[in-house]
């Protein structure tokens, strides 16, 4: 079955404690993205990837890291979560036909 | 920069009959694409209609139907004979592989 997960699902944490949200997809798509959504708000990009070990800022990229090593993973790093963070994250993998596929979403809160 | 306004935040409609949702936007692209997605109360981004900027011909799928007018850029969809299970957050999105989504629009279905 063609998906993207992500992992964990719920995650509650303290500020400045490092974390990673996982995303894997597994239609050998060659464009990722990362998304928070927020009340009000919609969807903002955070970052995107258009091969492996390319990627590009977003439209709110600012306290968020990102890695492509390999082309069915990748993983959204908050070096240091600060509550603003609090938000809920989608992963998308985009077909070459540009139709966006999205993961379950991950609920964040940073106390 | 791009931009996407969907210029109501809430609508209702009777089941059965049909609602249209309002979506403008503004882009330099001249190649672009454009999306609607309905997010249930599960949070799941699910893809409803997609339409290529480049063709004249309103994209359709079962009750789901858009008005694209290209020059006014405007991207409209129209639910016909609305369901219960419609009921739900649509959002509007614009671009190619960076994508720029809309506030959203919450329908709600009355039975």
């Known amino acids: 079955e063609a998906q993207v997960t992500q992992n964990p699902r719920y995650l509650i944490t303290v500020t400045g404690k490092k974390l990673t949200v996982t995303c894997s997809q597994n239609?050998?798509?060659?464009?990722m993205s990362w998304y928070r959504q927020d009340p009000g708000l919609g969807l903002r990009q955070i970052y995107y990837?258009?091969?492996?070990?390319?990627?590009d800022k977003g439209d709110v990229p600012e306290g968020y890291k990102v890695s492509r090593k390999e082309k069915r993973n990748f993983p959204l790093i908050l070096e240091s979560p600060s509550p603003n963070q609090t938000s809920l994250y989608f992963c998308?993998?985009?077909?070459?036909?540009?139709?966006?596929?999205f993961g379950p979403g991950t609920r964040l809160t940073v106390l | 920069a791009q931009t996407v306004t969907q210029s109501q935040p809430e609508m209702s409609v009777q089941e059965a009959e049909t609602v249209t949702l309002s979506c403008t936007y503004d882009?330099?692209?001249?190649?672009?694409?454009l999306f609607w997605y309905k997010q249930p109360p599960s949070r799941q981004m699910i893809l409803v209609i997609r339409?290529?900027?480049?063709?004249?011909q309103n994209a359709t799928e079962n009750r789901f139907s858009v008005n694209f007018q290209k020059a006014a850029k405007s991207f409209s969809l129209k639910i016909s004979d609305s369901q219960l299970g419609d009921a739900a957050m649509y959002f509007c999105a614009v671009g190619t592989y960076k994508y720029i989504f809309g506030t959203g629009t919450r329908l709600k279905v009355l039975a």
């Open positions: 990837s258009m091969n492996v070990e390319v990627t």
């Open positions: 882009t330099s692209e001249s190649d672009y694409y």
């Open positions: 998308a993998s985009t077909a070459s036909y540009n139709e966006q596929f």
């Open positions: 239609m050998n798509h060659e464009y």
């Open positions: 339409q290529e900027a480049y063709k004249q």
